[in-house]
């Protein structure tokens, strides 16, 4: 499937990190792709977002205004971005950090308490992995397979020993019910 | 064919200088160009290239012409505020006859203004920017591979027609990421440079770079000369890009990042039964003006979409010479257009069809 993604939380959560697996997952699955943060005093501290645009079709704007899936990762996102998103979007709710529920009735959210889940197995710093996990078995966006080349890509080889913990976090999020 | 890489517009237009044979670079950080000097400081090192951070865009520039001079490729890059300190610069080396490429990855101006991206420096780069009779030759990707393409076409042309090409990016277009391939070198076959204050090795007379002369007639025979090579450039090197043309009675126009925008206002603009079509210049000067002149048979009128308070506009009119209306959508001060504000004024304008 073709997705307009918008990926939102504090700086240190890894949201950009978060966008470039989905950004490298559509690459390396043959989709046209663009990826953007957003670059302002944000990235200085503070609230960090980006857009990713998946898609069979060229892409035009790489802005992503209204998400079909969005991704919040703290509050100031949820009540920043809900309103944005398009109908019917599927948005993903880190819930140990987000105390609210989606307030919109005309999209499908999800919650999932990744922080609580990364800091459970140890992995405290892959919060932001583990909802990419929800996110693949909630949307199909890409396939879970892709995500082993993905992550050869991603982390650089110096940090090679980073990859299985990272593996072990989309797994988590992809199992979670 | 090389593998395609997930890259940043920045990254890639440094990647790309480096492919195409630039071994000195000088910057100056600012936002939102800095990616591109951060990877010059890691990569010219390691190919035995020439990174320096000047201490200012004034120094930056000088040094790009002195590395010209000595018939090397090499590139300053800033963004809006920093181009404008290098103006003098950049009118030196376009009096020298010197190769150069100039990079800028524009801001929301005037003044220091803001960090968003922009494309309010379209006066500057085409029309001047610097002192005296010059141009430059100005390209505008749209996507980072075209960044890349433009990269090594900006080092070439610079060589074939020896005067300054600036790469015209903004703020969205350095900032984004898009899968490119990195092409190994350029096809074509460039003069040698019998000009460069290399070295005589003894053998033939010093060749000397200057820009001043006293006599006003020695001087306008010289930018005679000159203008003479621009005329070839415009005949020979203006492009752009049409999209669904061919029909079109409302042709909206924009390059770079507001290009891909209205992209998604012509798709809309269709689906609504409305015949738009998008006309992307790719060279901003040379302008292609008979691309203009030929869209004009079908078109009802024009829509320039940018970022700025209207400036390409100027240009549109220019090339059609006002035989249709230009209107114009925009936004400033680094505010984006979205594809609905360009879709609801071109059904206002379209309505009056």
Redesign the interface.
Known sequence: MAGRMLLAGFGGQGILFAG?LF??AG?LEGKN?????E??PEMRGGTCNCSVIIDEE??????V?EPDILIAMNLPSLDRFEKTAAPGAKIFVDSTLIGRKVLRDDVEAFYIPATGLASDAGIPKLANVIIVGKVIRETGICSMEIMDKVLE?VVPPTRAHLIAPNKKALEIGYEFA | MADKVLVKGNEALGEAAIAAGCRFFFGYPITPQTELSEYMAKRMPKIGGTFLQAESEIAAINMVLGAASAGARAMTSSSSPGISLKGEGISYIAGSDLPAVIVNIQRGGPGLGGIQPSQSDYFQATKGGGHGDYHLIVLAPNSVQEIVSLTFDAFDLADLYRMPVMILGDGMLGQMMEPVVFPEHSERVLPEKTWATNTTKGLRKKNIINSLYIKPDVLEKINFERYARYAEVEKKEARFEGYLLEDAELVITAYGATSRISRNAVNALREKGIKAGLLRPITLWPFPKEAYQAAAKTAKAFLTVEMSMGQMIEDVRLAIDCARPVHFCGRTGGMIPTPGEIEAKAEEIARAF
Do not use: D
């Open positions: 470039k950004t490298y690459m792709v663009t990826n953007i943060p670059y302002g060229p892409i035009g704007s790489p802005l205004l890509k």
